[in-house]
């Protein structure tokens, strides 16, 4: 993975390449393939970022705290349909 600068802070580059992202995210997923739930206490908080970053690459739109969900899911799911 390239450093474009990460953050004393979090550690975190300002951004990945596509392939890392992928790459990360599938990391994380594989953890909790694996290990169900304690797969997902080892995942790394870029793993998580990057599997939030892939579901809305994706096209899974950002449900804010505090919002109704059902909207947005029937309207996301109803795009899944062939």
Request: with cysteine; glycine share 12%; net charge negative.
């Amino acid at each position: 993975m390239k450093d474009n600068g990460a953050t004393a802070a979090t550690g975190m580059s300002d951004r990945w390449t596509e392939t890392d992202m992928v790459t990360l995210a599938a990391r994380g997923v594989g953890k909790v393939d694996a290990l169900g739930p304690r797969g997902a206490t080892l995942c790394s908080v870029a793993e998580i970022e990057a599997m939030a970053g892939l579901l809305a690459v994706l096209g899974l739109p950002p449900i804010p705290p505090g919002t109704a969900a059902e909207i947005i899911v029937t309207q996301f799911m109803k795009g899944l349909k062939p």
